[in-house]
Nanobody, 124 residues
């Protein structure tokens, strides 16, 4: 079992930055692929970014590429999402997720553990 707790959300003006954190506990953190998803009211939860524990590679949704950066600190059992040049369309609840299974990184159904989410609101 893995417990995930997100923090760092808040209200920011368009063009600003936020850094989200996700603290993990319960199992060996560095053996898990860690992802970030987001969900806006009335929309499906969508993939944002992922850090693979197998390949150590990172992937991003096209909508955030070049603006968001995912990183992880295995010593602190924490994964981060640095969000720059924020836009109003980035407003959502952001969720951290963890998985061991192989398969598409974009499929939320393949993630086994989820945090409670943190709200990000970007004002224009």
């Amino acid at each position: 079992q893995v417990q995930l707790v997100e923090s760092g959300g808040g209200l920011v003006q368009a063009g600003g930055s936020l850094r989200l954190s996700c603290a993990a506990s319960g199992r060996t953190f560095n053996n898990y692929t860690m992802g970030w998803f987001r969900q806006s009211p009335g929309k499906e939860r969508e993939f944002v970014s992922v850090h693979s524990w197998i390949t150590r590679s990172t992937y991003y949704a096209d909508s955030v590429k070049g603006r968001f950066t995912i990183s992880r600190d295995n010593a602190k059992n924490t994964v981060y999402l640095q969000m720059n040049s924020l836009k109003s369309e980035d407003t959502a609840v952001y969720y951290c997720a963890a998985r061991r299974r192989s398969g598409s990184y974009y499929e939320k159904e393949l993630y086994d553990y989820w945090g409670q989410g943190t709200q990000v609101t970007v004002s224009s």
